[in-house]
């Protein structure tokens, strides 16, 4: 199970805290692992009538501060339980520390599976719907529209149980809580009966995506499908994978745990090398391209197996991330504006990227729901940008980072919560119009603000 990285300081209490990424660091002033409900409490009761702030850390993948805290720093990772499954009405209840791909593993022993997962899935159950987690499929939804009931602790012990009949605005609140509102405790998920996926691979030049997703047959020719885009190299590749039922078809083999770590220790070196000589980089990411994928275009590979395997991505390595969600039916014009900043403007000014630009796709979120959501009342597109730290140097990535926020910017673009964005609360609540109503909710259920940081103040002050 991935832990948090925590290092103990002095005799005092004292910690500090990375992300996974050691993008963003901070010294709380106590580290907590409760085992219980009861110990949960007396922490928090503690922190409530002395002041402290609180923030509750997962795995600690989040690309961002979203988890910093300079009080006290909670982990659930023993609070990580299956509570119970129910086979009629297709849910299961877990604590709050399950990690994702924990609970999966008990799922398939039971002939079920989760039905969607982001792009990793060492994360907690509790951190990936506090933060708006998505896959990318039309036909489902982000992550929290999954969540059936969940309970949370506020700082003064009590426990709120909400559901969609029960405490509705809570619920609707609490599915992209951030960390904000109390403590999940635990939660209920839907799910399905297990499946294999039947996943391919293909490489496009860049003109054919756009005529390709013009004409509905990019984000509609699969159940799930998700795009990486290369400006450097004029490529597109399209991953999509169907259904079928699990055995059905023989499962291949895939990359082997030393394949993808002899990929990414050379990806990581031609980086280093690149970000020794800047102006090389759009050079070395063109064969760095046809290094992994080759020369030419069309399907490059086929893999069967279950579905939560194939769904998943390998993370590489340390790295800076922003992402913003916009429309579907203008999202198109979002990315080709993005490419062609990429490879035009940006190149004249010597800034430069990573690939690949991650584009995934979910479906509408319910009106009455999700109230941050990062996907909108219809289809919506997400653009994810990465500059990767080679061997933990620093790279020059706010001057892309902010173009990028600018051209999403003009197409309304919903920032990811979990990872980097510079928007401050009069921006946000002309995207969310939810966020006066959860600012108030949370306000009547947190007044002494204990599940408050610098992230919470910089975007909501």
């Not at 702030?53 to 009080?71: E, K, Q």
């Not at 990359?255 to 980086?271: C, D, G, H, M, R």
């Not at 991650?358 to 109230?371: G, I, K, L, Q, Y």
Request: net charge positive.
């Amino acid at each position: 199970m991935t832990q948090p990285n925590v290092n103990k300081l002095s005799t005092d209490g004292r910690v500090r805290f990375y992300n996974w990424a050691k993008t963003f660091t901070n010294i709380s002033v106590g580290f907590y692992t409760p085992k219980n409900e009861d110990q949960l409490r007396d922490i928090l009761v503690e922190a409530n009538t002395k002041r402290k702030h609180v923030r509750v850390v997962g795995a600690g993948h989040s690309p961002s501060d979203i988890v910093c805290s300079t009080g006290y720093l909670i982990s659930l990772d023993k609070m990580n339980k299956m509570v119970s499954f129910d086979p009629e009405s297709q849910t299961v209840t877990v604590q709050a520390g399950t990690r994702y791909d924990q609970l999966q593993r008990v799922l398939e022993k039971l002939g079920y599976s989760l039905p969607i997962v982001g792009s990793i899935s060492g994360t907690s159950v509790a951190g990936i719907m506090s933060t708006c987690t998505h896959g990318s499929s039309l036909q489902h939804q982000v992550l929290p529209g999954y969540i059936e009931s969940l309970r949370l602790m506020l700082a003064d012990g009590s426990i709120v149980t909400c559901s969609r009949t029960r405490q509705k605005d809570v619920f609707s609140a609490a599915q992209v809580s951030l960390g904000a509102l109390g403590v999940v405790i635990d939660l209920t998920l839907r799910v399905v009966p297990a499946f294999d996926l039947i996943a391919t691979e293909s490489s496009i030049p860049i003109s054919t995506l756009f005529e390709k997703w013009k004409a509905n047959e990019i984000w509609q020719a699969a159940e799930f499908v998700r795009v990486h885009v290369f400006p450097y190299a004029n490529r597109a590749v399209v991953w999509s994978a169907n259904k079928v039922i699990p055995g059905s078809v023989p499962h291949t083999s895939r990359p082997s745990s030393f394949q993808l770590k002899f990929t990414s220790f050379i990806y990581e070196n031609l980086l280093y090398i690149g970000n020794l000589f800047p102006r090389f980089m759009p050079t070395i990411q063109r064969l760095a391209y046809h290094f992994f994928y080759g020369w030419r275009t069309g399907r490059l590979s086929t893999i069967v197996g279950p579905g939560f395997d194939i769904m998943q991505m390998f993370c590489f390595f340390s790295q800076h991330v922003t992402e913003y969600s916009v429309p579907l039916d203008t999202a198109s014009d979002a990315l080709e504006k993005v490419i062609n900043y990429t490879i035009g403007p940006a190149l004249e000014q010597n800034i430069y990227t990573h690939q690949p630009l991650e584009v995934r796709v979910a479906a509408p979120t319910p009106e009455d729901e999700c109230w941050l959501s990062t996907a909108s009342k219809v289809p919506t597109c997400f653009i994810e940008c990465i500059m990767y730290r080679p061997y933990h140097r620093n790279v020059k990535y706010e001057s892309y980072f902010n173009a990028f926020e600018e051209i999403m910017c003009e197409y309304n673009g919903k920032p990811h919560w979990a990872k980097e964005f510079n928007l401050n609360k009069k921006q946000l609540l002309e995207l969310h119009p939810n966020i006066s109503k959860w600012l108030n909710l949370r306000n009547l259920m947190d007044p002494n603000r204990v599940f408050w940081n610098n992230y919470m103040r910089r975007h909501f002050s």
